[in-house]
């Protein structure tokens, strides 16, 4: 199975940054789509970042576009989530998610990932 590790989460002050990493590993790891999502207290979990095999298309969150950037260093087998602007209402868990199957590209949705990482907390002070 592929095996998803995330880390750099923390406590920041409202405008700071962090920079989100996702050790991924499996034999096809540059084949696969790879997302960003996070969870908050309370809420449901929502889409924020996705990136294609090849790093060339991403897509946003409006509520994150212009402040946060999704990269991929595919020799690494390693994404990244560059959160800039730190908002308090960012404050959640985030996850990293990857799509293995032979599927159409829908970021988006949750459903169409199939494995997950265990999170990393980030909290955004006021």
């Known amino acids: 199975q592929e095996q998803l590790v995330e880390s750099g989460g923390g406590l920041v002050q409202h405008g700071g940054s962090l920079r989100l990493s996702c050790a991924a590993s499996g034999r096809a790891f540059r084949s696969f789509p790879m997302g960003w999502f996070r969870q908050a207290p309370g809420k449901e979990r929502e889409f924020v970042a996705a990136?294609?095999?090849?790093?060339?298309?991403?897509d946003y969150a409006d509520s994150v576009k212009g402040r946060f950037t999704v990269s991929r260093d595919n020799a690494k087998n390693t994404v990244y989530l560059q959160m800039n602007s730190l908002k308090p209402e960012d404050t959640a868990v985030y996850y990293c998610t990857l799509n293995s199957r032979d599927a159409g590209y829908n970021p988006r949705d949750p459903n169409y990932y199939d494995y997950w990482g265990q999170g990393t907390q980030v909290t955004v002070s006021s």
């Open positions: 990136i294609s095999w090849s790093g060339v298309i991403t």
